[in-house]
């Protein structure tokens, strides 16, 4: 069964078998010199100044990000699960929330942030997705956050990148902080998150909030190459030996390959018929709004080996979502828009003639010549 949903993604044999070496003990000098060059390869990743790891689901560094800097008010943007969360993390968290709604397939607007931060003067920071993975939905963050720090540079912003880093290149310039996950365009098992963070984000944490989460305490020990509780060291083992897989042809190369089979998909679904969801599609994924999306998913899973993602809440058995996050053999992306006309012939939709792989492959031959 090839797993092409948007997180989790599958892991590479090598990464695999990297993590299934002995347990180390993360107090040691060996886990130190693993942990050191994992973090540098990280903050060459991330771009930023500073970065920590934290032993949890992405979701945990989205609160440690909230916990540590929001002071009293955050704006938050929802066009989605994920950035409905970035809200209830906020309320839970006991801080002041305005909160910007779109429906899932509409990117935040600038107008409306503008608006936002005129009407409340003690906005403190400023909670996105860069790519909203509820309808794989790509936000303006980088005008958004140029705007913000155009009004008030002391705002921090913050950025959940777990379907973008790794995607695409990201410009952080106005990012104070930029948070990633292990389970998606990294290619690892869940349970390893990753912030990276501006020097202002450092100052603005000072001695941090909370125990746990403490993104202070963390920053002091992973700056000693340490955790400052159990670090998740075979995560920490796989990251390495991602980095490893991936700088076989660089990240650029990934870069340019995730375009080229995000575009193919595009193109490929487009030509049998389908419409795409989002009005500004991310990168990570292919997102299609159609009537027959249950009928096709399960057709892929029972009939032809491979498990899309669908919709959640109001979109569920409304929408697809194929992957496109991480090292995926090109054979394998041109199977699954082959496997989807093959399920529409199923339905009786659509006669079988081979547009699907035909098409991806015309688009993803030329753009990566
Ligand atoms: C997957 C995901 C998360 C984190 O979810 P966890 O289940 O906590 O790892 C956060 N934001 C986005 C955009 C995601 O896709």
Redesign the pocket.
Known sequence: MLLFT??PTPVPESVRQAMATPTLHHRTPEFEAIFKEARERLMKLLGMDECVMLAS????A?QACVINLCKSKALTINAGK?GE?FGKIVTAMGKELVELKYAWNTPASLDDVKQALAENADIDSLFI?V???AGGLRHPVEAIAAYVKSVNPSIMVVA?G??AVGVEKINISNIDAL?T?S??ALMLP?GL?MIGLSNAAVETIGQGQDYYFNLATEIKNQQKNTTAWTAPTTLIIGLNAIFDEIDKEGLEALYVSTQARANATQGALEAIGFKMYPQTPAMSMSTVFDEDAEAIRKLLKTKYGVNMAGGQDHLKGKIFRINQMGLIPVYESTWVVNAIEMALADLGRRDFDGTASRTFNEIYFNESK
């Not at 689901?57 to 945990?60: D, I, M």
């Open positions: 948007p997180g689901s992405g979701t945990g989205m994920f969360r997705q790519s909203e993975s959940d777990i379907t948070v996950g389970q998606k869940p998150a």
